[in-house]
């Protein structure tokens, strides 16, 4: 009988400070783990910006390859552009129902598709209406200084206070929420550590399905 119910993981920030303590802003290398203290991927940490971003004036990139998104998780900035190639020698149906940007195109390989704008803050849930198993997510930041974590759990980004946002696709069942967290206390150690809980709730795979249903209309 297939799991489900709701679960939780426990996500742990840690983030390492120097022994001066936290200053106005720096960069930092964070790390985020899961309760059983293995890394977690393509999560995004966010600081707000000290001073303005500019809206980078080439076009950001997410690229279909061997069926799958790539990068699996796209940070842009508010009002950034996005290409769409198409890799696979076979052809993709994109989509997105995410209120930051609701679109569709039809990719076949070799052809150039139009660029999309994305110019609401947000996280936008992509999906492919021909290959179900296609997931991706592009993070639309605001003023936000950001990073995504590798494959050790491991982010390189500009800290600025001490209040941050952190974004992942199993905080919660929509897998658009945010959690804005607090680095409220120092761990004395060298270097310094600042360590916070976080809860993740996830449905089960019937949430799975009911994303999948909500696609547009087939080829």
Not at 173 to 192: C, N, V
Request: glycine letters at 6%; aromatic letters at 10%; proline letters at 5%.
């Amino acid at each position: 009988m297939p799991f489900r119910f709701l679960f939780h993981y426990l996500l742990t920030i840690a983030t390492f400070v120097s022994a001066f303590g936290i200053s106005t802003a720096y960069g930092e290398r964070l790390q985020v783990i899961d309760q059983d203290g293995n890394p977690v991927a393509n999560a995004v940490v966010s600081f707000p910006s000290q001073g303005p971003i500019p809206v980078p004036e080439l076009n950001a990139v997410i690229d279909q390859i061997d069926k799958q998104f790539a990068p699996h998780v796209l940070v842009v900035q508010k009002g950034q552009w996005v290409n769409f190639p198409n890799s696979d020698d076979i052809r993709h149906h994109v989509y997105s129902f995410s209120d930051p940007k609701t679109f569709e195109m039809r990719l076949f390989n070799g052809t150039d598709s139009e660029p999309q704008l994305f110019d609401q803050q947000g996280i936008v849930v992509l999906g492919c209406n021909i290959h179900d198993e296609m997931r991706g997510f592009i993070y639309v930041a605001d003023q936000e200084n950001t990073g995504v974590t590798d494959a050790g759990g491991y982010a390189e980004v500009q800290v600025n206070g001490s209040d941050f946002d952190v974004w992942h696709e199993r905080l919660s069942a929509s897998q658009t929420e945010k959690r804005t967290m607090s680095i409220d206390s120092l761990i004395d150690g060298s270097p310094r550590q600042v360590r916070i809980t976080l809860v993740i709730d996830a449905q089960a795979e019937e949430d799975e399905r009911t994303f999948r249903s909500r696609k547009f209309g087939n080829d």
